[in-house]
């Protein structure tokens, strides 16, 4: 959408650091996670014998996304029981539903002794819950299978929009990527005007 062709590089990065680390600032705990993808990238692009065959122009980016609510972290559920219970958490809760991502650009700058500019954000979308879809909604969306795929369990551009009246921020936070933002964000760490 931002007129990027990009190429997938999939991390290494075991996404397994301590959630308790970051009961003061849960936001950290997903950027930290995509610092933590993107530099395993870096490393392995750099690991490569030839470090000439990184483009001078190379631009990465990596996120993580986390759902939050009640100070609870929720990532992708491991059972359609544990995605219903998160589910009738988030319509009976009295405190929002808060979609965070950590954002990572890393710009290859010969300049730096690192080699690279690491710029880093974070976003944080609230979505509003229907307070009355009923709890047989929430079990068959659960049994469904499709909020398996996605963190906190609910896929918004899926069935799962029909248990939300609507959002605080940017939706396309809430799909994977804060998209005005990054793309702000890219430009200023270029010089270009958006």
């Known amino acids: 959408m931002m007129g990027f062709n990009p190429i997938v590089k999939p991390s290494n990065f075991e996404e397994d650091l301590n959630k308790d680390d970051f009961k003061d600032d849960i936001s950290e705990y997903a950027l930290q996670t995509s610092i933590g ?22 631009i990465m980016l990596s996120t993580d996304t986390i759902v939050e609510n009640e100070g609870q972290i929720f990532e992708k559920p491991s059972s359609s029981e544990e995605n219903y219970k998160a589910m009738i958490q988030f319509r009976d809760s009295s405190k929002p539903v808060n979609v965070i991502s950590g954002v990572c650009i890393l710009i290859k700058d010969v300049t730096d002794s690192k080699g690279y500019r690491l710029i880093t954000f974070k976003e944080t979308t609230e979505v509003l819950m229907d307070r009355q879809v009923t709890d047989s ?10 909020g398996l795929q996605v963190a906190g369990g609910m896929k918004v551009q899926g069935f799962g929009g029909l248990m939300i009246e609507g959002f605080k921020g940017d939706f396309y936070n809430v799909v994977g990527l804060p998209y005005m933002r990054t793309f702000k964000e890219i430009c200023k760490a270029l010089d270009v005007d958006p």
Do not use: T
């Open 37 to 58: 993808k993107i530099m395993d990238v870096w490393n392995e692009l750099n690991s490569i014998g030839d470090k000439s065959n990184i483009p001078d122009n190379l």
């Open 137 to 146: 909604f929430l079990q068959k969306y659960s049994e469904s299978g499709e």
